[in-house]
Structure formats: C-alpha cells, structure tokens
C-alpha cells in the first residue's frame, strides 16, 4: 500500500477551497427596511442589517452559524460595501442569553472576541485603531464599533 505523506500545503488548499465554496453560497436579500445575509446550507448563519439609523450602521442580527472563520466578516465587509458605509457599527443584543445562562459572561465575551476577530479582516476596521464598546440598554448588552484613522 502506498504512504501518502502528509502536506500542510494540502490542508491549507483544502481550507481554502472550503472557505471560497461557503463565500460563493451567501445570499443578499434586500427589502425597505433591511439588509440580509444569509448562508444556503447553514439555517443558523444569518445578518441583518438597518441602514439609516443615524451615525452608525445597526445590526440586529449577526450570527455565524456554523460557518468558517472570516465568512462572517467577508458578509459584514460586503453589506458595508452594499450601504457604502466604514464609519461607526452598532451590533445589537450580542449575547441574548447573557443575564440567564450560568456561564453567560464569559460567552458575552466569547462572542464579542469573535466580533472583533472577524471585524479585523473588513478593511478600515484595524484592531490597532478601532474602537470598542460595549454598553447595557435595557437589559441587552450592544456591542459599538468605531473604526479608527
């Protein structure tokens, strides 16, 4: 039997080829009043977004499902593209569960790392210079995101 050596490079084409397959399969759905994206195959990928609230951009809805890392921040990076928006992002309700689950807190923070990961790959949104913050309205924790200079 022959032994196949093992190729990082392989594993890397292999992700590649997985990353570019899910980008290909998002959805842009588009009414009066929001902006969606949603991910064919994966029922738990979803954004959406309301243009025209204010100063800054309102997601409502944001969730990764189980897609790979950075397709996320490539839907968040094409709505902004879409609304022709790079100035300040309001990300609403990040953690729903915060107050009731026992180990809420640090999910709240889980979540709001992952933001902020797939935020660094949407160009004008440096983690050396982006702001963020975090703030309770109404017993929801919102996430407020200010892209630097």
Not at 23 to 39: G, M, N
Request: glycine content about 8%; charged content about 25%; overall charge negative.
């Amino acid at each position: 039997m022959p032994v196949i050596p093992f190729s990082n490079q392989n594993r890397k084409s292999a992700d590649e080829d997985s990353f570019q397959a899910q980008l290909k399969k998002l959805e842009h759905k588009q009414d009066d009043f929001s902006i969606r994206v949603v991910l064919d195959g994966d029922p738990l990928f979803f954004i959406r977004v309301e243009p025209g609230m204010g100063n800054h951009l309102l997601f409502t809805d944001f969730k990764p499902g189980n897609s790979l890392p950075g397709v996320l921040g490539h839907a968040i990076d094409e709505v902004l593209t879409a609304c022709s928006h790079r100035g300040s992002l309001l990300f609403q309700n990040v953690y729903p569960a915060w107050r009731s689950d026992p180990v809420g807190a640090v999910e709240l923070q889980n979540r709001i790392q992952q933001l902020k990961s797939e935020l660094a790959l949407v160009e004008g949104y440096s983690p050396d210079t982006t702001v963020f913050r975090s703030e309770e309205s109404r017993g929801k924790i919102n996430l407020l995101v200010t892209p630097g200079a």
